[in-house]
């Protein structure tokens, strides 16, 4: 045990202080104000010193309790350099996980947690009150999401569209379905189409090549290819908790890897899958159906929020 | 008393005593817990600037607060420990059991900042960044507490002229406790 006795140092001033209560208080003082300046720093508001106040200052903060109260200074250096190891590992940690977390996809992965629509729910909730938060926990919570817009479902089944006649093709519906197609249909559809997604190896048949003009089984009319993207064909799933918005976008995107363009929809067509083209909206009913139990869900959602936030499903 | 002799400060085969030894492998421990979750923490952070809205409700005023009540309990936590050294059981149950009161302090601060924010329903599920922050200060919190308990235990010894050494011992945890909330500060309440 360290004693004060056993301290020579040469570096010159009062040896007994070293150890004494007015050095450790001195050290608390110290303290004290860099806590101030870390608090006072981001109130300048230039970001950069927020980062050296703040951050800079917990190091040497954490320095000196280390060195001054802990006795690092005087202690034996093996004891240093363990803790020294333990936070080498914590940066192995975080340099080798952090790239791939600013990656929006990997050779086997996608990012399902989408920030534009985090920052939109954002939006949302800061005018609906606080219960759109709880449609983005949702958002983040649920594995195997395969919505990028949970809140616009809720505003589809009133009918309100954010394009107008989203059943005809726009650059930015195309653009809008490139991003939904990365998230939800790339695994198996692969980036360009092919149908040679990374989940593809595991099925038979193999996911529609969108490159190729022929094996649609439902056809390649715009109308054809909402049906099957909101009722699912044999291995395919429904996507049908994608928003109509989300869906026509996906179909115009699709339509542009192939030579599709030949395909398109009659009046008939587009009554078929309940659209009235006359409207803007196309008339609302039929295309805003969504399979019950989503149904049930949303109705859950929405009245949990219309209660409190706190209470919103998990 | 017992009768065989204690081996956490006669025995030592790395020239550190035992007792002292046992601590540094809990803290280093303790560092890599500690520093995955808020590494974990600072990478989310960075991919997502949305969380720059949820952060904006921490409170500032509640996170200096118990700052600087921390601090000034490691103050006290390294009084006790010089005093320990001197034999001073005395003065050295005292310092202790004031920094129990720190901690008390603490945890009293923080219960009125959590309640406040789960009224106004920022919640542990409200969103990642919310995860994060109770998980953290929680299980800092947890920590605390812990600490506090061994600490009444060692200064009951000490009161009785017993095991003066684990006084350096359960300083140096509770140092490690308030450099580990010298971090969760900024990245929780500055960090806006």
């Known amino acids: 045990m360290e004693s004060k006795d056993s301290h020579n140092q040469p570096d010159g001033g009062s040896h007994h202080e070293s150890h004494g209560t007015s050095h450790y208080i001195k050290i608390w003082a110290i303290l004290t104000v860099l806590l101030g300046l870390s608090i006072c720093g981001p109130m300048v508001g230039i970001r950069w010193l927020t980062l050296v106040t703040a951050f800079g200052i917990a190091i040497v903060k954490a320095l000196m309790v280390a060195r001054e109260f802990m006795h690092l200074k005087i202690e034996k250096r093996i004891v240093s350099y363990v803790l020294l190891s333990m936070l080498i590992l914590v940066s192995i940690f975080f340099f080798g996980v952090a790239p791939d977390v600013m990656k929006g996809e990997g050779q086997q992965w996608v990012k399902k947690y989408d920030e534009a629509a985090a920052e939109a729910a954002e939006e949302a909730a800061s005018e609906h009150g606080e219960g759109g938060e709880a449609a983005a926990v949702a958002t983040n919570a649920e594995p195997t999401s395969d919505s990028v817009a949970e809140p616009a479902p809720a505003a589809q089944a009133s009918g309100r569209s954010k394009f107008s006649k989203p059943w005809v093709a726009t650059p930015e519906l195309v653009a809008n379905g490139k991003q939904v197609f990365q998230v939800n249909c790339q695994t198996c559809h692969g980036p360009e189409g092919k149908g040679n997604g990374p989940a593809s190896t595991a099925l038979n048949p193999k996911p529609r090549n969108f490159t190729a003009a022929t094996g649609w089984k439902q056809g390649r009319k715009p109308s054809q290819i909402f049906h099957t993207i909101s009722t699912g064909l044999g291995g395919m799933p429904s996507f049908a908790s994608l928003s109509t918005d989300d869906r026509w976008s996906v179909v115009h995107y699709v339509r542009t890897l192939g030579p599709h363009a030949g395909e398109k929809d009659t009046v008939a067509d587009l009554k078929k899958i309940g659209i009235d083209p006359s409207k803007d909206n196309g008339g609302g009913s039929a295309d805003q159906v969504i399979p019950i139990d989503l149904a049930i869900d949303r109705l859950a959602l929405e009245s949990a929020q219309g209660d409190s936030p706190k209470k919103a499903k998990k | ?192």
């Open chain 2, 1 to 192: 008393m017992s009768f065989q002799r204690p081996m956490a400060t006669e025995r030592s085969a790395t020239g550190i005593s035992t007792c002292k030894l046992g601590v540094y492998w809990v803290i280093g421990s303790e560092i890599v817990i500690f520093g995955g979750l808020l590494a974990a923490y600072v990478m989310f952070r960075l991919a997502h600037g949305s969380w720059a809205h949820e952060s904006a409700h921490t409170n500032v005023v509640a996170g200096g607060t118990n700052t600087l009540v921390l601090l000034t309990s490691s103050l006290f936590a390294v009084l006790a420990h010089q005093a320990a050294e001197r034999k001073d059981t005395e003065s050295a149950f005292k310092f202790l059991w004031c920094t129990i009161g720190g901690a008390l302090t603490f945890l009293l601060i923080k219960s009125f900042e959590w309640g406040g924010e789960i009224h106004h329903g920022l919640t542990i599920h409200k969103s990642l960044f919310w995860a994060f922050y109770y998980t953290a200060a929680g299980i800092h919190a947890a920590h605390v507490i812990c600490g506090a308990i061994i600490m009444a235990i060692i200064a009951a010894d000490v009161k009785k002229h017993k095991d003066l050494q684990r006084v350096e011992a359960i300083g140096l945890y509770w140092h490690f406790v308030d450099i580990v909330w010298i971090f969760l500060f900024p990245l929780l309440y500055i960090a806006k």
